[in-house]
């Protein structure tokens, strides 16, 4: 059985088709890359695998448990947890409160301090500014946060949204250095939306091409950023732009 | 006797009932962006649950008969399910409306309690009797001031103290400061909606009940229309503090209760009788100068 299991997914804002029938299944402990040109329905998957949106049709399910028809704090429940693009730390609370803030979904209270120190450890800079409120952290400091957030509610399924937007290559290096180092440690499952084929195919993982709402690719992250013609073919220029 | 004690003490009560009353307001705000202009009638709600139901013109007691140290917590606990209540039968159905939707609903929401209270009691104001010892005054640093008046001033620091405890040390407080900032994001971190809508429903209804408590004290009087000055007021003080922001509510509810003060003290007799215009420009003047509040760092992005 899949970790999660995407099954004939659609997803419409009023008449407005943002993803159609899309199917995809992701493994215990696989990497997994979404990509695709604007509009091609990235944010409109991970938002409705995470209940942010109602899906129109379809049915999504993590390791069985079903999570369509759920609210988010739900799903959250059921072990998804989200990065989401922009970050969306929360400015006003302190960084280790931003860490806490999803440690009341947990079983294991008891691991909760661990944990956290566990983050610490590798994001040593959350450490120093523990105290500080989150607002004042740096774009890349807050995408460290915004990950140790995520990671402190003890998903099962990890996605991030596009966790290289607005920020500097040499910081996006850092971050994508961080989650396969975090994978690795935690044998955690990763979905990570991802504009550039390039990075993704650096990174390594399969990639699943969305556009137009539809699945159009699949296959491994670096055979497909190795194919300039096939990257053509489906971003355009302004995608390959993108993935420079 | 000192003036400037007398002042103070005047400012401090009036101003922590304002504030009081603003934080309810703020906390709601800050949760789910609704302005609840019901909020002026769960205190008259409050102050009414003192009394058995009857239209007669002589008010019997009824929770008011309670000893204070059960009466106080009886009474919070009835504001707050009073406003949970509503919560459940009115604002639960309108999580998905827009703001002007919620308010409006929230001002029907008031009527129907405002016209249920007149049905059960009656529209006459009656008489009661809440702890009438607590008017008797005492002398404080020169100043003759009630007692009743430094009992507010304590117990609006009290409320403050207990409620940003709360809020800092607790992990509803920290899910209600999370949600406030964000919703989506702490429902995605599996923070329920329903749980933080709830307990800010809670706190703010048993703030209503305190203002009851204090407003029956102090003027002796249950009239279904009570609630509705203080609203305006306190709303006003939760927009000059900035929407949402509780500290700017207390700060905003304790500046309009010193600047009303003052300008009872200090404007010519002649203009006294209109004070709340003077008030009220000042408002305008303020809102000018800082839309976004005046307790509120201008970066902040707009709220509303």
Known sequence: MSRLGVFDVSVRYGKVPALTDVTLHIGEGERIFISGPNGAGKSSLLKAISGAVPTAHGRIELDGDLLTGRPPEAVARLGLSMVPEGREIFGRLTVEENLRVGTGIRRDADAVEGDIAEIYRAFPILAERRHASAGALSGGQQQMLAIGRALMTNPKLMMVDEPSLGLAPKIVDQVYDTLVALQEERGLTLLIVEQSSVRAGRVGGRMILLRGGQVVGEGDAAAFADKDALTEAYFGKTGKEAAE | ?????????DAASLGGIYAMAALGIALIFGVMNLVNFAHGQYIAFCVFALIVPSTDAVAVMFLGRAPAFLLIPLLLAVGAAAAVASEYAVFRHLRKATPVAMMISSFALGFVIQNALLATYGGRPKAISLWPELNTPVTVMGASVPLLQLIVILATLTVVAGLALLLK????????????ENFTMARLLGVRANVVITGAFALSGALAAAVALIMATQTGVADVRMGGQIMLVAFIATVIGGLGSLPGAVAAGFLIG????LLQAYLPLDARPFRDAFLYTLVIVSLLVRPQGLFVPSSAKPRV
């Open chain 2, 169 to 180: 040390k607790t992990r509803i407080g920290l899910e209600m400061r999370a949600a406030a």
């Open chain 2, 258 to 261: 010193a600047v009303s003060v």
């Open chain 2, 1 to 9: 006797m000192n003036t400037a004690a007398q002042l103070f003490f």
